[in-house]
């Protein structure tokens, strides 16, 4: 593991490069800047990896209530101590993998140090390399059980699971005021039907590539 000081925070991770790839598109590019009309808004950060979205959320709105979602426990564990390190107050860190379903499921992890920490999926056929992942069994919760007031952002980076999550959050759509997401073209993920689902419930839709292939895209929905 290594760390490093990052724009006034202490920063642990597991790979150089993949830090500068995810620092350059969270706090450079600022794929995840979001407007609140809050001090304190509250924020649902699902996928959180080791925590940077969470890091640049807290940069954003320092009041913020954050909950983290992160399934893989070796990750979920530098995800708990970049929030101790660095004091961070009022977010609550849960051990699981938002789905579409309640109880244990599959995740699959990288088993060579080639495989990224954050491309760690539900979806066992999503990467060509998929022999180099190997399931581990996570909890899953519905993310919907956690919208039970207004959410200012919900930030999606999970990895294929995204149209089974914004179908499960269908009917609590309306008390979301942001939503961004990183779109992955896989069986059963269709970019239409999330783009619908969420004009649906009235959201303004834009989306851009940000170091991905041209299937992949990030799809930023503010509510109109």
């Known amino acids: 593991m290594l760390t490093t000081s990052f724009r006034g ?13 995810i620092t350059k598109d969270i706090f450079e590019k600022q794929i995840y800047f979001f407007k609140s009309a809050s001090a304190n808004p ?16 807290k940069t954003l709105y320092p009041n913020s209530t954050i909950i983290g979602f ?13 929030v101790i390190q660095n004091n961070l107050k009022n977010v609550t860190l849960t051990n699981a993998a938002v789905s579409d379903q309640v109880g244990q499921v599959d995740l699959y992890v990288g088993k060579k ?54 179908s499960e959050i269908k ?9 961004t997401l990183e779109y992955h073209p896989n069986n059963g993920n269709s970019k239409y039907q999330i783009i619908k689902s969420l004009e649906m419930n009235h959201f303004s839709i834009s989306s851009l590539q940000v170091n991905l292939n041209e299937e992949q895209i990030l799809i930023k929905a503010t509510r109109s």
């Open 9 to 21: 925070f202490t920063i642990s991770y597991f790979d150089q490069l993949e830090f500068e790839v």
């Open 42 to 57: 509250y924020i649902l950060d699902c996928g959180a990896n080791i925590g940077l979205a969470t890091l640049f959320f």
């Open 70 to 82: 992160e399934p893989n426990p070796e990750t979920f564990k530098v995800y708990q101590k970049n």
């Open 113 to 166: 140090s080639t495989a990224w920490h954050s491309t760690n999926t539900l979806d066992q056929k999503l990467w060509d390399n998929e022999g180099d992942y190997t399931p581990i069994t996570v909890r899953g919760v519905l993310l919907s059980n956690y919208i039970d007031q207004e959410v200012a952002m919900i930030k999606l980076d999970i990895e294929g699971a995204e149209g089974k999550v914004i």
């Open 171 to 179: 009917d609590k759509l309306n008390n979301v005021q942001n939503l």
